[in-house]
């Protein structure tokens, strides 16, 4: 029988059906977390496909590695950022290969260590890195950002309109340690609004867990690489968990979809581009209900998926 995942890979099926993936072939996964979304491209691509996993998180991988650990030499597992997918994958000798998954974000894992400093609703350390090698914290952030720098971020990656009352309360109140002061402060600057569907410190997490990882910099580096190392017929799957994410892979798709890039009121074609992707989701995939009601993280998902074309 096999162990209780620690994480629901969402949209396992419409990921399965946009990677399309076949026996014998070889596919990437950027962000392997628990292994759940691999351990399903294994089973399909059995008896000899190989799938190479990437984490920022060893500690991720360590999970991965005792649940894919039946697949023997079938599955290699790396510690690397995804926007190093193209020389892992080279010094794997791992190319072309016939898909690639990118499942952003953090996995409830992470979100359940309260060491790890990413959940507002317990008491742990502002950290927040999904590599904890990496340079910057989340208290660093708070603690050493002008105000007007701080309202840009909470602004520019948590969408938040009282970007600037909650920095000024922060700058207030600083130095911050702890997830729960900076959750206790925050609500008291916003006020919480008794309709408001999320807790008033959600766009502040967010914020600062995507400036500490560099979250928007590196999928927008990430995209263009993927691409290169697709076979022709060789799809992209990109999970989103948030309109920002969500937005960057859809311009991608649609502008790598293009066979012409110039501006609409010029005459005459000067951009030599050339479209590499067909998409297939012309609509981003969300899941269920039903798998809402079992996974709950499944309700902000959005999953995109383009092809491959040689141009
Ligand atoms: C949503 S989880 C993936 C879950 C996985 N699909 C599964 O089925 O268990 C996202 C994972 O991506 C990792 N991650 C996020 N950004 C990354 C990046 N830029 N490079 C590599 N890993 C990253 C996180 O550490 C986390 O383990």
Known sequence: MEEPAPHSPVLLDEVLKGLNPQPG???IDGTIGAGGHAQAILKATAPNGQVLGLDADPSALDIARQRLAPYGDRISLVNANFVQLAAVARDYDFL????????????????????????????????????????????????????????????????ERRSRAIARAIVAA?????????????SRAVGSRQKAKIHPATRTFQALRIAVNDELERLSKVLPKAVTLLSPGGRLAVISF????????????????????????????????RATLHIITQKPVTASEQEISLNPRAR???LRVAEYTES
């Open 96 to 159: 072309p290969v016939q898909g690639i998954l990118l499942d952003l974000g953090l996995s409830s894992m992470q979100l359940n260590a309260v060491e790890r400093g990413f959940s507002f609703q317990s008491e742990g350390p502002l950290d927040m890195r999904y590599d904890p090698s990496g340079t910057s914290t989340a208290a660093d952030l708070v603690n050493n950002l002008s105000q007007s720098d701080l309202a840009d971020l909470l602004y520019q990656f948590g969408e």
């Open 300 to 302: 902000s998902a959005k």
């Open 174 to 186: 600083r130095p911050l340690h702890s997830t729960r002061e900076l959750a206790n402060l925050v």
């Open 25 to 27: 072939q070889r596919l």
């Open 242 to 273: 948030h309109s920002l994410e969500d937005r960057t892979v859809k311009d991608f798709f649609k502008r790598e979809s293009k066979d012409c890039i110039c501006p609409p009121e010029q005459p005459i074609c000067t951009c030599d581009h």
